[in-house]
């Protein structure tokens, strides 16, 4: 997990994460170099693909940063900010899937339920994806990823 200290956590949700996005940042504080919130700052509807892209355009600054997508399932967040190419978006809603979003796909971003899994759940998602390692035999499928049209 230290690893993460010298890394940005770049975060954001719609309406329906917005108050798992305070929790989270609460807790997430301690674990990076610097948090970035790009909203929502309220709990009034929104759109979650102006989240996603806003978030998608600093990673795109700090490919190194880590992504945290919040909306009601994390479906729509996660559709949306994977049509960026240089973003691997998992909605992860469990800790298994948290540990292969890592060692299989080397997520950048992951996308969490606020109404469907409790803070303290995604809390310990995050800690399970930051505590494992991507397993470099994986990297042959990653590339593909970028190169996916012409395969
Ligand atoms: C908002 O009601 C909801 O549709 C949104 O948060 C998300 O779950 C979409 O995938």
């Known amino acids: 997990m230290e690893s993460y200290l010298n890394k940005k956590l770049i975060i954001g949700s719609d309406h329906a994460g917005f108050e798992t996005k305070k929790d989270l940042k609460d807790y997430l504080v301690y674990y ?3 948090v970035i919130d790009v909203g929502t700052f309220s709990n009034e509807s929104c759109d979650y693909p102006i989240i996603a892209k806003k978030l998608a355009e600093y990673l ?11 909306c009601g399932t994390g479906i729509g967040m996660s559709i949306a900010v ?7 978006c998992a909605n992860v809603t469990n800790k298994e899937f948290a540990k292969l979003a890592k060692m299989h796909n ?41 190169k996916i049209k012409s395969l």
Do not use: C, P
């Open 82 to 88: 994977n049509k960026f190419d240089f973003i691997r």
């Open 106 to 146: 080397n997520a950048n971003v992951l996308a969490l339920s606020a109404r469907f899994v409790s803070t303290d759940e995604n809390i310990e998602i995050i800690k399970e994806f930051m505590r494992n390692k991507f397993e470099d035999r994986h990297q042959k499928r990653i590339d593909m990823l970028n």
């Open 60 to 70: 795109e600054k700090d490919k190194d940063a880590l992504g945290i997508l919040i």
């Open 32 to 34: 990076f170099k610097e």
